[in-house]
């Protein structure tokens, strides 16, 4: 039999695709899911029950949420990335790991062809293939959602004309959770105008007395929360669950789709938001004014390549080696007090603190140079534009 990896998820799409190709092609089709956060042991057990029933010769879950933290989500943090200044990038940051995932596994299980289900309308048909082809580019890539252009209606009658009636009611709200955020999908989404209510987000307000925390972070990673040290991994997973009661890091994120079209997605994500804005403020302490410019802009490049699938670019790596650089001394504490549905970032504690008061204080009396060091500076500093103002001095 052709030996066939598919990308499964236990949705209506990859379903279609385990007992379509199993049955009706001729495949052999080891189903593989790829665990980026957000998945549980029992949800695993049962997307597994799922896909051989379904046909599947094999199932096997990978567990990626180390990976992904190591490969991904540290850069974001480092970068401080937020796309359109919003959006954490939640679900595509981790799309890119599933891909990298699941097309090793193929070669490890030697199958000449990788299958996942997507439309042909979205981003994740470009990630995937993308990755897929890079790495890859000798094992077929099938996608018979896109290909045959299915309607979801279509994909539900032909699994129960083959015996198999799960409920496919589709949800009101399309969940999409991971370690670095949850995306909320809904009717209002598809407009410009409607706001997503508070009961689309999975997390509802539960905690209303303020909370106080102390985030540590040690050369950019976050290793404690309230002084208890802990694995970066953990920490994000522990900050969520406190910053979730809240109800903080909800939004709704517009951009541009890679195929060229406008698109808009709620979202939740309460630790990334905190992380990237503490370690932000963190950075504004201890790194110089230039260090910060050339971050944020290859910070965001970083994120944008990374949205659009192409991670595996070299000039990824020389970001990276980059954003690591400029970590060297953004050590310290990041003090942040929780409310209702926001959070306020308190002040810092950094031996690196370069708001040192030894060199004096902005807008007090200087201790580093005397009133005429001052006074020449600033003439010195309107040559430039004095000299402008001279020569161009009948210019409108």
């Given at each position: 039999m052709k030996k066939l990896v598919l990308a499964y998820s236990g949705g209506l799409d990859t379903s279609y695709c385990a007992m379509n190709l199993s049955k009706e092609h001729g495949y052999e089709v080891h189903a593989v899911s790829v665990n980026t956060g957000g998945f549980s042991q029992q949800e695993i057990k049962q997307i597994e029950e799922k896909a051989i029933a379904l046909g599947a010769s094999s199932y096997t879950s990978i567990d990626a949420v180390q990976n992904f933290y190591q490969k991904v989500v540290k850069y974001l943090i480092y970068g401080n990335v937020l796309r359109n200044n919003t959006y954490p990038l939640s679900v595509s940051a981790e799309r890119i790991v599933q891909a990298v995932e699941i097309v090793n596994h193929a070669k490890k299980v030697g199958a000449k062809y990788i299958a996942h289900g997507s439309t042909?309308?979205?981003?994740?048909q470009v990630r995937f293939d993308m990755i897929f082809q890079t790495l890859a580019p000798e094992i077929e890539i099938i996608t018979p959602i896109r290909d045959n252009k299915l309607a979801r209606e279509e994909e539900i009658k032909y699994l129960q004309e083959n015996g198999v009636d799960y409920s496919w009611e589709k949800a009101k709200y399309s969940i999409n959770r991971g370690l670095w955020g949850t995306s909320v999908g809904g009717d209002e989404?598809?407009?410009s105008?409607?706001?997503l209510p508070d009961s689309a987000y999975p997390s509802q307000l539960q905690q209303k007395e303020p909370l106080q925390l102390k985030l540590t972070f040690e050369n950019g990673e976050l290793v404690a929360l309230d002084g208890e040290k802990n694995d970066p991994v953990f920490n994000?997973?522990?900050?969520?669950?406190?910053a979730s009661k809240y109800a903080i890091g909800r939004d709704i994120h517009v951009g541009d789709t890679i195929i060229g079209i406008k698109g808009r997605v709620g979202f939740e994500a309460a630790a990334p938001?905190?992380?990237?804005?503490?370690?932000?403020?963190?950075?504004?302490h201890t790194l110089s004014k230039w260090q910060q410019y050339q971050k944020e802009q290859l910070g965001n490049f970083y994120g944008m390549l990374l949205h659009e699938g192409n991670y595996l670019d070299e000039v990824m790596r020389n970001i990276e080696a980059f954003l690591t650089d400029t970590q060297?001394?953004?050590?310290g504490d990041v003090f942040v007090s929780l409310?209702?549905?926001?959070?306020?970032?308190?002040?810092?504690?950094?031996e690196n603190?370069?708001?040192?008061?030894?060199?004096?204080?902005?807008?007090?009396?200087?201790?580093?140079?005397?009133?005429?060091?001052?006074?020449?500076?600033?003439?010195?500093?309107?040559?430039?534009?004095?000299?402008?103002?001279h020569v161009n001095q009948n210019n409108d």
């Amino acid at each position: 039999m052709k030996k066939l990896v598919l990308a499964y998820s236990g949705g209506l799409d990859t379903s279609y695709c385990a007992m379509n190709l199993s049955k009706e092609h001729g495949y052999e089709v080891h189903a593989v899911s790829v665990n980026t956060g957000g998945f549980s042991q029992q949800e695993i057990k049962q997307i597994e029950e799922k896909a051989i029933a379904l046909g599947a010769s094999s199932y096997t879950s990978i567990d990626a949420v180390q990976n992904f933290y190591q490969k991904v989500v540290k850069y974001l943090i480092y970068g401080n990335v937020l796309r359109n200044n919003t959006y954490p990038l939640s679900v595509s940051a981790e799309r890119i790991v599933q891909a990298v995932e699941i097309v090793n596994h193929a070669k490890k299980v030697g199958a000449k062809y990788i299958a996942h289900g997507s439309t042909g309308a979205g981003n994740d048909q470009v990630r995937f293939d993308m990755i897929f082809q890079t790495l890859a580019p000798e094992i077929e890539i099938i996608t018979p959602i896109r290909d045959n252009k299915l309607a979801r209606e279509e994909e539900i009658k032909y699994l129960q004309e083959n015996g198999v009636d799960y409920s496919w009611e589709k949800a009101k709200y399309s969940i999409n959770r991971g370690l670095w955020g949850t995306s909320v999908g809904g009717d209002e989404t598809l407009t410009s105008n409607l706001p997503l209510p508070d009961s689309a987000y999975p997390s509802q307000l539960q905690q209303k007395e303020p909370l106080q925390l102390k985030l540590t972070f040690e050369n950019g990673e976050l290793v404690a929360l309230d002084g208890e040290k802990n694995d970066p991994v953990f920490n994000i997973e522990k900050l969520e669950a406190l910053a979730s009661k809240y109800a903080i890091g909800r939004d709704i994120h517009v951009g541009d789709t890679i195929i060229g079209i406008k698109g808009r997605v709620g979202f939740e994500a309460a630790a990334p938001l905190i992380i990237i804005k503490a370690h932000h403020l963190l950075e504004k302490h201890t790194l110089s004014k230039w260090q910060q410019y050339q971050k944020e802009q290859l910070g965001n490049f970083y994120g944008m390549l990374l949205h659009e699938g192409n991670y595996l670019d070299e000039v990824m790596r020389n970001i990276e080696a980059f954003l690591t650089d400029t970590q060297k001394n953004v050590s310290g504490d990041v003090f942040v007090s929780l409310y209702p549905f926001q959070f306020r970032l308190d002040g810092i504690s950094s031996e690196n603190d370069l708001m040192n008061a030894s060199f004096g204080s902005y807008g007090e009396m200087n201790k580093g140079w005397t009133a005429d060091d001052a006074k020449g500076f600033i003439k010195i500093l309107s040559n430039p534009g004095k000299i402008a103002n001279h020569v161009n001095q009948n210019n409108d």
